[in-house]
């Protein structure tokens, strides 16, 4: 009986017309499908790029125009620093999905100046958990005093690490003198992502050490501006 | 799934046909499910490697009771627009056979198929159509019998013709 039925069914094919029909319509599908895929992957390009510039515009801007300030915060997530400031940033939300760099940038040094204006009463608060007390610099990020006069340098860095509990790393770099001392804030989240920076007369080789050990992403772009700073002064002494 | 499409169609394509044809008896509506089966195909992420013709007679198989559930499918296609759309075949004796087996009822026709054609097991089979392995044994007996009764009625001498 197998045999039988097995002959019966064998001849029962879809239709040449139909097959024809189907198989466009899973190409054309498939191909959609495959677009669809790369606009996502030029779409997360795109967005990588952004972040790329919104962090050198503005780590370059902080170092070059101002002696303290606040870098973006990423994903658009509010970031809490050690200094009790906070940041909120939604410019993927804002920016058009083909925009130039230029766009880009402009875009970005809009909210340069928002964080500009805000900069300074981050200063005031970076001053409340490193200052300097009969004669010595002291360090109180979580309630616990630390006298850091011995590490300071203006070569390498003093690294501490604060954990808060909510999932980030505080990262806090200081070097100089303790007449002329600095500081800067990174924060990195569990998942090893930097969310982004705080500083207050970071600048010279303790900071560009800084930097270069904890591997920011966008340390290049840091340590280009502080060679580039001390290209300026070095001219501008000169003159 | 996309990059595997074109390969799975050239080979279940037929397969994914014949089972829906077997539901529905109607070949524009076991085309229509073919079509859907495999954009389904096209869009799924979680079939395992090796599994995608069970895979796609299962889905299949949902399709077609699906569509007979459809108030508007229980009014249309008969066996007569099936026969004229898909005889006669090599030999007369396929013909009347075809003639038969679609003949029978849906439950008898579709594991007849699954169980001859296929070569998928009687647990298999329960799977597919969401019966028990009792259920399917039962009406691969039954399905044989109400076929070998049919053809003996059309004048067909089963057991030398058929092999009934």
């Given at each position: 009986m197998k045999q039988q039925i097995n002959s019966v069914f064998e001849q029962i094919r879809l239709?040449?017309?139909?097959?024809?029909?189907?198989?466009?319509?899973?190409?054309?599908?498939?191909?959609?499908?495959?677009?669809?895929?790369?606009?996502?992957?030029?779409?997360?390009?795109?967005?990588?790029?952004?972040?790329k510039v919104l962090v050198s515009v503005i780590a370059a801007a902080v170092i070059c125009a101002v002696p303290a300030g606040v870098y973006a915060a990423w994903h658009g997530d509010i970031i809490q620093f050690i200094s009790g400031g906070?940041?909120?940033?939604?410019?993927?939300?804002?920016?058009?999905?083909?925009?130039?760099?230029?766009?880009?940038?402009?875009?970005?040094?809009?909210?340069?100046?928002?964080?500009?204006?805000?900069?300074?009463?981050?200063?005031?608060?970076?001053?409340?958990?490193?200052?300097?007390?009969?004669?010595?610099?002291?360090?109180?990020?979580?309630?616990?005093?630390?006298?850091?006069?011995?590490?300071?340098?203006?070569?390498?860095?003093?690294?501490?690490?604060?954990?808060?509990?909510?999932?980030?790393?505080?990262?806090?770099?200081?070097?100089?003198?303790?007449?002329?001392?600095?500081?800067?804030?990174?924060?990195?989240?569990?998942?090893?992502?930097?969310?982004?920076?705080?500083?207050?007369?970071?600048?010279?080789?303790?900071?560009?050490?800084?930097?270069?050990?904890?591997?920011?992403?966008?340390?290049?772009?840091?340590?280009?501006?502080?060679?580039?700073?001390?290209?300026?002064?070095?001219?501008?002494?000169?003159? | 799934m996309e990059q595997d499409i074109g390969a799975l169609f050239c080979a279940y394509q037929d397969s994914v046909f014949r089972l829906a044809l077997s539901y529905t008896r109607s070949v524009q509506d076991a085309e229509d499910i073919c079509q859907?089966?495999?954009?389904?195909?096209?869009?799924?992420?979680?079939?395992?490697?090796?599994?995608?013709?069970?895979?796609?007679?299962?889905?299949?198989?949902?399709?077609?009771?699906?569509?007979?559930?459809?108030?508007w499918r229980r009014n249309v296609g008969s066996l007569d627009e099936l026969l004229e759309d898909t005889l006669p075949l090599q030999t007369t004796k396929d013909s009347e056979l075809f003639i038969q087996v679609m003949a029978l009822d849906t439950k008898y026709r579709v594991v007849l198929y699954l169980y001859y054609y296929e070569g998928f097991s009687t647990a298999e089979i329960a799977r597919l159509t969401h019966s028990s392995k009792t259920a399917v044994t039962t009406r691969l007996q039954r399905a044989r019998d109400k076929l070998k009764t049919n053809l003996e009625g059309a004048g067909y001498e089963t057991a030398d013709q058929f092999g009934l």
């Open positions: 239709p040449a017309q139909a097959s024809q029909r189907i198989r466009a319509r899973l190409e054309m599908e498939a191909s959609e499908l495959m677009g669809k895929g790369m606009e996502n992957m030029k779409r997360q390009k795109n967005i990588s790029v952004r972040k906070g940041r909120i940033a939604h410019y993927e939300d804002n920016l058009p999905s083909d925009a130039t760099q230029e766009e880009m940038e402009d875009y970005l040094s809009d909210i340069l100046d928002q964080e500009m204006a805000q900069a300074e009463s981050d200063v005031d608060a970076s001053d409340s958990y490193l200052k300097v007390e009969n004669g010595r610099l002291i360090l109180n990020p979580d309630g616990e005093k630390l006298d850091i006069t011995d590490k300071l340098s203006e070569i390498e860095p003093y690294i501490h690490t604060v954990e808060p509990g909510d999932g980030t790393t505080h990262y806090l770099i200081i070097g100089g003198t303790i007449d002329n001392y600095g500081l800067a804030e990174f924060v990195q989240t569990d998942d090893g992502q930097w969310q982004g920076g705080f500083s207050n007369n970071a600048t010279g080789e303790w900071y560009i050490n800084g930097v270069q050990q904890l591997k920011l992403p966008w340390a290049d772009t840091i340590i280009q501006n502080e060679q580039r700073m001390q290209a300026e002064n070095s001219s501008g002494s000169e003159r | 859907t089966v495999f954009l389904k195909l096209l869009h799924a992420d979680n079939i395992q490697p090796g599994k995608e013709k069970a895979w796609l007679m299962q889905v299949t198989a949902n399709e077609s009771r699906n569509l007979l559930r459809s108030f």
